[in-house]
């Protein structure tokens, strides 16, 4: 449990910031609309421009690592795993299975994976192509999924056809930031200083008002309950904080026969907590966040546990 105190400098953020959206929901500083404006802000202008300015800045290259085939069989276990308790267990509709899977298998690599690699690992380039997989493959999926279930999210007119579905990216601005920032970084570009600036700026806004909007969320309505609510809740956290890392050591381990670094790697950001991009998105297109908000704070709690295993069971011995 070495790992333990350095560990909490990352978790410490998340909680206070949250804390302060609580007491802004709670005291109505911001108006009653505030939450629903702070959420489309995210998804539509800050999460697109800190994607844009990460990928645009990280080496295409960075995405073929051998490691990453471990981090994705246990993303994709996790994420089919909470899709198929969402759908055959509870009976939700298309989009919420969408947010389910997305809730149990799509970690927090954006600002908590960062910090949780310098500390534990030592070093945070791994953290690179795990983002750019979320990013690149999984968000997509996830994306077209809630369209097609939803007919195009909050404020959009709802009509069918395959026509609607291929022209997602074109119409979805965390997609298109991604796929631009693809472009700027397979071209070799870069923007103007000051433009570049201003847009790392806007993108620096996306986390904390996540958080801040993620925090007012838990107060102006009553808590979802009842049993079968709570073994939703429980069964998608289950699947984030212990059956994913442990599909990835499994698949890293006795599969890929990772080094011991890698392999560590892996485990611990496979166990990394559900990301609140999950809350923006259910937000987003019209659906219940009640799973997504519980997910993210509940399994941010328990990844405290999670994370510091992998680290004692797999880590370097304390000098």
């Not at 990280?58 to 981090?71: C, E, H």
Request: charged fraction near 10%.
């Amino acid at each position: 449990m070495h790992a333990l105190s350095p560990l909490l400098s990352g978790f410490v953020p998340i909680w206070a910031i949250s804390a302060a959206g609580y007491a802004v929901g709670r005291t109505g500083l911001l108006g009653p609309h505030a939450e629903s404006v702070l959420g489309r802000f995210v998804f539509n202008v800050a999460m697109p421009a800190a994607l844009f300015t990460t990928i645009a800045g990280t080496p295409l290259d960075a995405f073929v690592n051998t490691s990453m085939i471990a981090f994705a069989a246990g993303t994709a276990l996790a994420c089919l795993l909470g899709f198929a308790v969402s759908r055959w267990v509870f009976g939700r509709r298309l989009p919420d299975q969408a947010i389910g899977g997305m809730a149990a298998g799509y970690v927090n690599s954006a600002n908590l994976g960062i910090p949780v690699a310098v500390q534990i690992l030592g070093d945070a380039s791994f953290v690179a192509p795990v983002l750019l997989f979320q990013v690149l493959l999984v968000t997509p999926v996830i994306l077209t999924v809630l369209d097609a279930g939803t007919g195009g999210g909050a404020g959009r007119r709802r009509e069918g056809g395959a026509a609607r579905l291929l022209l997602v990216p074109l119409r979805t601005p965390v997609i298109l930031g991604a796929v631009l920032g693809c472009a700027v970084s397979a071209g070799g570009w870069r923007l103007p200083a000051a433009l570049g600036h201003s847009v790392g700026l806007l993108g620096g806004a996306g986390v904390p008002t996540a958080l801040l909007t993620l925090g007012m969320s838990l107060h102006g309505r009553p808590p979802a309950n009842g049993a079968a609510f709570r073994a939703e809740v429980g069964a998608t956290v289950l699947i984030k904080t212990l059956v994913q890392p442990l599909a990835a050591l499994a698949v890293g381990g006795l599969v890929l026969h990772l080094p011991a670094h890698q392999l560590f790697a892996v485990v611990v950001l496979s166990a990394l907590p559900s990301a609140q991009n999950v809350f923006i998105y259910a937000r987003q297109y019209d659906l219940s966040t009640a799973l997504a908000r519980d997910a993210v704070m509940l399994s941010t709690l328990l990844s405290m546990v999670s994370l510091s295993a992998a680290a004692w069971a797999l880590g370097p011995a304390p000098a």
